[in-house]
């Protein structure tokens, strides 16, 4: 994850990829994400999102990354897989 971090800061590589990456590495650990990316299928046709830290401030951490927010994240989610996102 250190080379992906390098590689993000010096402009050569995406740092929404960065995001995604750090999300399912801290997720693996037993620790909240910190991005919001992650979700898992929760049974009958609902996704949810995995623990993540400090959801008040989620939002600008995404736009930094570039990622959009959570709530656009969802619905794009819930229209691609035809599953209700929570």
């Known amino acids: 994850m250190a080379l992906m971090q390098k590689a993000s800061e010096a402009d ?4 929404a990829d960065m995001a995604l990456l750090t999300d399912r590495v801290l997720l693996a650990q037993g620790k909240p994400q910190r991005y919001g990316t992650q979700f898992a299928d929760a049974g009958h046709g609902v996704m949810e999102l995995r623990p993540t830290e400090d959801l008040t401030t989620l ?11 959570l709530d656009a994240y969802k619905a794009m989610l819930s229209e691609m897989y035809g599953k209700q996102v929570r």
């Open 12 to 15: 050569d590589a995406d740092p």
């Open 59 to 69: 939002d600008a951490r995404r736009r930094a990354v570039g990622l959009q927010p």
